[in-house]
């Protein structure tokens, strides 16, 4: 059903649920004979506005590393079998890059963690990055918690 899964992520535990299900989907698509190529793991460090790339290239990099060794982390606590798992690391503004990943790639769907909010206050937590790409995003987007 689904080609190409896209799974943003923060590096964090929490967004695991995010790639578990993606990792899940992908072994039962792959059991069935269906069509699914990849899943996408990508992190976004943001980019600090107004500031010259030479001068924060080392801490970038730093943050780079550290990412890549996390999602490392994040995919193998996988329990499911072989996976097809690309992971990437982009410097930018997260919502920004993350579409732009969707719009290049071809991406089928999106799965993305995202937080509770708030019934008695329902006036915060829309401006989070996962409103923003369920609200701007050409391709259908999950949440999971």
Not at 22 to 45: D, N, P, T, W, Y
Not at 96 to 120: A, T
Request: hydrophobic share 40%.
């Amino acid at each position: 059903m689904f080609e190409h899964i896209l799974v943003p992520t923060d590096t964090s535990s929490a967004s695991g649920s995010a790639l578990k299900l993606a990792a899940r989907m992908q072994s039962l698509e792959k059991s069935g004979q269906g069509r699914f190529r990849k899943i996408s793991l990508l992190h976004v460090v943001e980019k600090i506005a107004h500031e010259e790339d030479d001068e924060f290239a080392p801490f970038y990099s730093k943050l780079i590393k550290r990412a890549e060794a996390r999602m490392d982390e994040l995919i193998r606590e996988q329990e499911v079998g072989e996976l097809n798992i690309e992971k990437q690391v982009i410097v930018g503004n997260r919502v920004r890059e993350i579409l732009e990943f969707v719009e290049s790639n071809r991406v089928d769907l999106i799965i993305l963690k995202s937080h509770r909010m708030n019934q008695n206050d329902l006036t915060h937590g829309w401006g989070t990055i996962s409103h923003k790409i369920g609200i701007l995003s050409p391709s259908p987007v999950m949440l999971v918690r």
